[in-house]
């Protein structure tokens, strides 16, 4: 009797020795189980964090080199607006070179719009072509930009033709000598000081250090 109770003792300490580690078991899975799941749920909330931080800063990119394709005999032409009259009567005069398309009203001296970051811009000094022996003398950017009126001066060459429209009148230069000077702030301007002149100033194509001058002389 005493061997049997002692066997039905050994058997329920078995029992809840298995009961024990089976236990023990599932509470590892368990927190295997979560510590998984945890450290996913931190691993993706630290990618976001990371993508949002990559978001608030620049991007940047280096060594990368890319050329542009080389057109040949390709003829740019400006591009006119469509359904709009511009009225030329509110400018002090209007500045043309059929050969290039260009057409652009100009301000007087004294005129807040006399600004070469607005429109092609009358140096102080000029004399209007009714003035006999004296210098219009125009200046206006090249390049890109949309301000950049005297974009194809370089198309330009000696013989060609400016009109100047002033006080209701149509003057005709012809273009007799182009040059260059240093871009230094100060522009040298040689001339026939008999002739009533025309001079157009504008940065030189394809060059940072020089702008170019062009002198036409009124010929009707």
């Given amino acids: 009797m005493q061997m049997l ?3 039905k003792l050994s058997n329920r300490v078995k029992k809840s020795q298995v009961l024990t580690i089976g236990s023990l078991f599932i509470f590892v899975g368990f927190i295997f189980l979560t510590f998984n799941y945890f450290l996913k749920l931190r691993d993706e909330v630290y990618s ?3 993508i949002a931080m990559m978001d608030d800063e620049p991007v940047k990119i280096e060594n990368v080199v890319e050329e542009a394709p080389v057109l040949e005999n ?3 032409e400006e591009e006119k607006p469509t359904n709009y009259v511009v009225d030329y009567s509110k400018y002090f005069g209007v500045l043309e070179i059929p050969k290039i398309g260009l057409k652009r009203g100009f301000y007087n001296v004294d005129n ?3 600004n070469i970051q607005y ?3 009358m140096a102080n000094g000029s004399t209007m072509p009714d003035v006999h022996g004296g210098n219009l003398i125009l200046m206006a950017h090249s390049g ?5 009126y005297f974009a194809y001066l370089w198309r330009l060459n000696i013989g060609d033709s400016a009109f100047v429209t002033y006080n209701g009148y149509r003057y005709e230069y012809r273009i007799v000598d182009i040059y260059e000077v240093p871009k230094n702030g100060i522009v ?3 001339r026939n000081l008999g002739q009533t002149t025309l001079t157009m100033i504008t940065c030189t194509k394809n060059n940072d250090y020089t702008q170019t001058v062009y002198i036409s002389e ?3």
């Fill in 112 to 114: 807040r719009y006399n």
């Fill in 119 to 121: 429109n092609v811009t």
């Fill in 144 to 148: 890109d930009a949309y301000i950049s």
């Fill in 218 to 220: 009124l010929v009707g």
């Fill in 48 to 50: 976001d964090m990371k």
């Fill in 74 to 76: 390709v003829e740019v």
């Fill in 5 to 7: 109770n002692q066997f």
């Fill in 188 to 190: 040298r301007i040689r």
